[in-house]
């Protein structure tokens, strides 16, 4: 029996001898794997994973703190891929796209993608965001466009570039990554929200009436431009230039090089014709006398001899009689080419600079307009050269901006304003932060500006056949069709029409210049989108006729 007992001691002894050296081997074991660099590596791994959803720029807004830009809103979605997720997110998306984010999803790697709609599921996230552009988007020429970077490349996004790119709104969603750099699910992300909700830029724009001009323009203009200006600060209420092209389909208008729509056509030079009588006229009064020029009466034959270079009018069997105002309204070439012989050139050549002429304009920044070319002093030494300056041909062009402006020294009482296109920034989109005003200054007297008023308001108002009278409200102004020099392939001259005018003619709130390029004769091409533009802005804001403008001769 004690041998027995014995055994059984010994081994019952081996066996918990054996299962100690086993224990100390699975500590040792465990030990070794929890203190080993592969086992730190993969806690290193499982880390923080931030999708950014959203970087958006500052706002663009017109003069009434509207948005220009970011007007209409799509879904950016963040995705951190769960089994149970993967259908809803497929649902979202469009077709064209659904192959791509399958892929994505089998992954299990967090991505951000645009959706059609908020995604209501476990570990996904989706935010309403604003489409920088529209497919039309207004204002194109002037807001420019961004590149690939999202960096400004063109007009107020390049301008204020830097502004705009630290005024928007940051979203961003961060989460929890497994060594394999996926999904931890259960582990809610964390979603951050950063930078101001409504900053920008405050145009000088007014978006419905730019709404307007851009409606019509491309209705009635191939080519060319529209500027809408108050005429007492010098502030753009609309500008745009025809053909227009897309932000989203950039490759189109740069390969487009017959019809060049990334062009701002209201920023370039282009010879003026019979808008520059304004000029002759203002340079006559103020050097001859406004009772001589009101009174004085010349015969139109059709043509005009200066000093062997004959000038034919417009209308080749001649305009008869006329006076200063029948000169105006007729457009009548040999009635200015004697009344600026009479002026000189120099007189010309200084009322033009008076008024701006061959001056740029700096609208904001790198933006500027135009103010043409003017012939030299000493060009004006030629009888001819005169003629040809004193109805707005030869060396002279000028931007429609630059017309615009010369118009508003009519409408103000003689003052040349400064063309401006930023009012200044906003923090929240309601409250202005306001640029320095430009100055104006005195371009011509008060009283031969309301002489030139009362005048273009008659060439207007008693001409049914201008094509520039419209139907609501009344209005004044000008008429061109300017010769170029340059020939289409059957041989026709090229010529540029134009219309330059005011609305309503006893006070005027708005000056409009229309440019038509290359499409000739201005009463048929350029006045009827005046009269147009006219009529809509007046039925936006009420206006009507309530009792005919008085226009005496004698006035």
Partial sequence: MKNYTESIFRRTSAIFAAMVLAAAGLVGQLSWIVS????????QTQSKYTLTVADERGFIYDCKMQPLVGTEQRWQTAVFPTPQNQKKVLDAVEPERKQTVAELLETGKPFVTETTEAVDAEMVYSFSVPERYTENQTAVHLIGYLDYNGSGVTGIEKEYDSFLADSGKKIQVTGMLNALQQTIAGVEPEIRIEGAENAGVVLTLDGRTQQIVESIGSQMLDKGAIVVMDPYNGQI???????????????EAVNDQENKPMLNRALLGYSVGSTFKIVTAAAAMQSLGREYCLTREYTCEGAVDVYGQVFRCHLRSGHGELDMFDAMRESCNPW?????????????????ENLGFGETMMLYGDI??????????????APAAVANFSFGQGELTASPVQIARMTAAVVNGGKLVSPTLVLGTTDDGKTLQSSALPVSRQAISSEIAAQLKVMLAYAVMSDDSSG????LVTAGGKTATAQTGQYDEDGNELEQGWFTGFFPADEPQYVVTVLAENEGFGNSSAAPVFAEIADAVAGMLGMTITEETVMEEDS
């Fill in 468 to 471: 520039a009278k419209p139907e």
């Fill in 368 to 381: 500027t307009a135009s103010g043409g070319t003017l012939p030299s002093a000493d060009s004006l030494q």
């Fill in 36 to 43: 080993s660099d592969q086992l730190a590596q993969t806690a």
């Fill in 336 to 352: 200015f080419i004697g009344l600026g012989q009479e002026t000189g050139g120099e007189a010309l050549l200084k009322t033009a």
């Fill in 237 to 251: 209420r609309a500008m745009a230039s025809f053909p227009a092209y897309s932000p989203s389909n950039l490759g």
